[in-house]
């Protein structure tokens, strides 16, 4: 069937097929949406279409942590109210975000871009590992948390970081484990994992 047979349109095709490329929108969702757009203003759609188009193009990173931010330093790092000397190591921006609507945290963090995976073909070199060493190493760090998932990914990359940080006398801790085996930090529910943040223990290889 080609696309005009599926629908009226090679440009609603298109927009379909774009839509429905993002991870968890299937096929009639992204028509919903796509007719959803189709009907408001081109201005609208012009202001949408461009403020997805500056992801590509105008988004930077924290020189620090690797958040996503607008200048050299995201809004975290640059707060002089956050205690810079309490590191929380997480895998992805998706987790600064989940700690952050907990509440529960005021130091800063340092996103790895990812947890150690050969089986995807990730390793330690893959990530902001060397990063985060060199920050601890420059001084000024007291405590590093690591926030990272409890499957066996997650926990293979907090024993690998803590083998890299233990020998430069820092403090490292690790999630309570209110969390189950496996968890991500994303789908954890901001009580519980605010109080995993809080209760946290000293890492345990």
Do not use: N, W
């Amino acid at each position: 069937m080609s696309a005009v047979d599926k629908y009226p349109s090679q440009v609603l095709q298109d927009a379909v097929d774009a839509i429905s490329s993002l991870p968890g929108v299937g096929s009639r969702s992204a028509l919903r949406l796509a007719l959803s757009l189709l009907g408001r203003p081109a201005e609208e759609i012009s202001q949408f279409a461009g403020a997805i188009g500056r992801l590509a193009t105008d988004v930077h990173y924290c020189k620090r942590c690797m958040m996503i931010a607008d200048g050299e330093l995201c809004p975290i790092c640059a707060d002089s109210k956050r205690d810079q000397s309490l590191v929380c190591v997480v895998a992805t921006i998706r987790d600064v975000l989940s700690i952050e609507a907990t509440g529960q945290y005021f130091g800063v963090y340092h996103v790895l871009g990812g947890i150690i995976s050969p089986i995807d073909g990730i390793g330690p070199s893959d990530l902001k590992i060397a990063e985060l060493k060199d920050r601890v190493t420059a001084g000024g760090v007291s405590e590093v948390i690591l926030a990272l998932s409890g499957d066996v990914e997650g926990e293979t990359t907090s024993f690998y970081l803590y083998r890299q940080l233990a020998p430069l006398g820092v403090k490292i801790t690790t999630l309570a484990r209110g969390l189950g085996f496996g968890d991500d930090l994303e789908y954890a529910d901001a009580l519980t994992l605010g109080r995993s943040i809080t209760g946290r223990q000293p890492f345990k290889p």
